[in-house]
C-alpha cells in the first residue's frame, strides 16, 4: 500500500525511473466433482500437490463432493499450470475423470 521505499528491495542507487517489482497475478486451482473419482484419491491428490493435512484435504475433498467445486490453493500462474498438470497427469494414470482447472482470482 505504501510509496516508501522498501526495506528488502531498495536498492539504495539513485534511478531516474524506480524499477517496477510487480505483484504475481494469482489463480485458484480448482477440483471439480464427478461421480466416479474415489473419495481416497482426491484426499491423496490433495495432501501430496496442495501439501494439505488429512484432516484439512478430506474437508476439501467434501466440500467438492457436496458443492461441485472447491479450491485446492491460490498460486502465481505458472505454480498453479504445474499443479494442474500434475493432477490432471495422475488422475488420467489412474484412469480417474478428476478434473482440475485453474482460474483468475
Ligand atoms: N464424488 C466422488 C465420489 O462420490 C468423490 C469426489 C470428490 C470426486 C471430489 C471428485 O473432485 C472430486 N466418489
Do not use: W
Amino acid at each position: 500500500m505504501s510509496n516508501a521505499p522498501d526495506r528488502k528491495t531498495d536498492t539504495g542507487l539513485k534511478e531516474k525511473t524506480r524499477p517496477k517489482v510487480e505483484k504475481p497475478r494469482l489463480y485458484k486451482v480448482l477440483l471439480l466433482n464427478d461421480d466416479y473419482t474415489p473419495m481416497d484419491f482426491v484426499v491423496h491428490v490433495l495432501q501430496r500437490f496442495f501439501n494439505k493435512g488429512r484432516e484439512e484435504a478430506t474437508r476439501i475433498m467434501l466440500t467438492v463432493h457436496y458443492k461441485g467445486v472447491g479450491v485446492c490453493g491460490v498460486y502465481p500462474r505458472e505454480v498453479a499450470e504445474t499443479k494442474v498438470n500434475q493432477v490432471m497427469d495422475l488422475a488420467r494414470r489412474h484412469e480417474h475423470p478428476l478434473q482440475c482447472i485453474m482460474e483468475r482470482e
